[in-house]
């Protein structure tokens, strides 16, 4: 049997990159919502909100919106807080960003490695069909999100362009030092 022909592997497909294109679209967009969620149920002016979680993680933001809806009066917390759990745990961003890839004519594979402590390898195989079907149940549940989340698409934007009005540099002080300090 002879080898794959690069151009012929699924890594290489448009449709896969296509769909890989698409997943790290929406996990872009779903950061935007979490963190907009965030401001909402703390009820936080959005360019503090921005200030705030820029340099928190995914798994801060996720945990921090998850304890702040479940201790809301929200009617649809429940909905907010499933939808949630299964972006943490099915979505694979981690997989998909840090892993390498490797792929033949049926199968692309992200080859994840452990970053500390022992060192471990986990194979993650897709046929192009269940890649697909991943990111397409991925979409769904951030689409499901921002749904919940977002009443409309004005206050979104909104949102989105407050990150450019939260802009500010800590080595600038509006206030001269004091000689005296």
Not at 21 to 34: C, D, N, Q, R
Not at 87 to 95: P, T
Not at 112 to 140: C, I, M, N, P, Q
Not at 146 to 167: G, H, M, S
């Amino acid at each position: 049997m002879s080898e794959p022909h690069p151009s012929k592997m699924v890594a290489t497909d448009h449709r896969f990159l296509l769909w890989l294109g698409y997943f790290h679209s929406m996990w872009a967009s779903l950061e935007l919502v979490l963190c907009y969620g965030i401001g909402k149920f703390l009820k936080m002016p959005d360019e503090q909100c921005h200030v705030v979680t820029s340099g928190m993680e995914f798994g801060r933001k996720i945990t921090l919106l998850r304890n702040v809806v479940y201790r809301s009066d929200d009617p649809q917390k429940q909905q907010i807080i499933g939808v949630l759990g299964k972006i943490q745990n099915e979505s694979k961003r981690n997989v998909f960003a840090h892993s390498f890839i490797t792929s033949d004519n049926n199968t692309v594979t992200f080859v994840e490695r452990s970053r500390g402590g022992d060192y471990k390898v986990t194979r993650h195989e897709f046929s192009l069909a269940e890649f697909y079907g991943h990111v397409e149940s991925f979409g769904t549940h951030a689409e499901t999100l921002t749904y919940l989340l977002v009443p409309k698409y004005e206050d979104f934007q909104r949102f989105a362009d407050a990150a450019f009005n939260a802009e500010t540099s800590a080595t600038k002080s509006p206030v001269p030092p004091s000689s005296s300090a």
